[in-house]
């Protein structure tokens, strides 16, 4: 029988639009870290739904599209490797899409998403599904998931690329029930700690992890996702 004082919480990953925030806030702040991350996902729910004892993340898995070895250099692969290990120690499942150096869009990951978020929606697992993206491609997945009773957060990011900005779709936006703007963070001093913990120094040379981070097969953010 489900303990109805605790709520669950899936979180999906969009595996490239998290890697190109934690580029983006890697010069400022440091490295984007996911297990603070979750953490402070559970912390936001609390506050929006006082009435539950707990709040728990009972699911979490990382879509993202990956180039195969042929096309991929060392400092690639290095960071590759570092990201799927803290991936596997925080309990997240990797789910990788292999892409090819033609492609300019990660073919498959969204729709990937989507189809395991909605899965584990009606096989009755979770109660909130945290949708980590500003995609409106997305909208479509988070009506199904209120059709079935499960709420969705938007956990996003407010991202600058020199002359370009990139926002969460309003779209997206509007049809979530909680929408967690991760940069406005910076700004709330309740959350002054948290959004500090969320970040590690990064090791190395810092030029050298934002370009390796960049070097996945993405395309480039645009000023208006929908």
Same mark, same amino acid.
């Given at each position: ?17 998290f890697t190109?925030?934690? /580029? ?22 609390? #506050?929006? #739904? ?30 590759d490797r570092?990201?799927?290990? #803290?991936?596997?120690? =925080? ?55 209120? /059709? ?35 940069? /406005? ?7 002054? =700690?948290?959004? /500090? ?10 030029? #050298? ?10 395309? =480039? ?6």
């Amino acid at each position: 029988m489900t303990d109805v004082s605790i709520r669950r919480i899936g979180v999906f990953y969009d595996g490239s639009y998290f890697t190109i925030a934690s /580029k983006h806030m890697a010069g400022q702040f440091g490295w984007l870290q996911v297990e603070p991350f979750q953490r402070l996902i559970k912390t936001y729910l609390r #506050e929006k #739904e006082p009435d539950y004892t707990q709040h728990r993340v009972v699911y979490a898995a990382w879509f993202q599209g990956i180039s195969d070895i042929n096309h991929a250099d060392e400092k690639q692969l290095r960071y590759d490797r570092r990201m799927h290990d #803290e991936l596997m120690r =925080a309990g997240i499942e990797i789910r990788l899409m292999p892409i090819s150096q033609s492609q300019s869009k990660e073919k498959g990951v969204d729709v990937a998403l989507a189809i395991d978020a909605l899965q584990v929606a009606l096989d009755r697992k979770i109660d909130i599904a945290a949708l980590v993206t500003g995609d409106s491609d997305f909208v479509p997945l988070v009506r199904a998931l209120v /059709k079935n009773n499960v709420r969705v957060l938007a956990a996003h990011f407010d991202q600058c690329y020199g002359d370009q900005q990139d926002f969460a779709s309003q779209r997206l936006t509007d049809a979530c029930d909680y929408v967690l703007n991760v940069s /406005k963070l910076t700004t709330e001093k309740h959350y002054e =700690a948290a959004f /500090k913990g969320l970040f590690r120094p990064p090791d190395g040379s810092l030029p #050298e992890q934002i370009q390796v981070a960049n070097s996945y097969n993405t395309p =480039a953010p645009t000023a208006n996702r929908g």
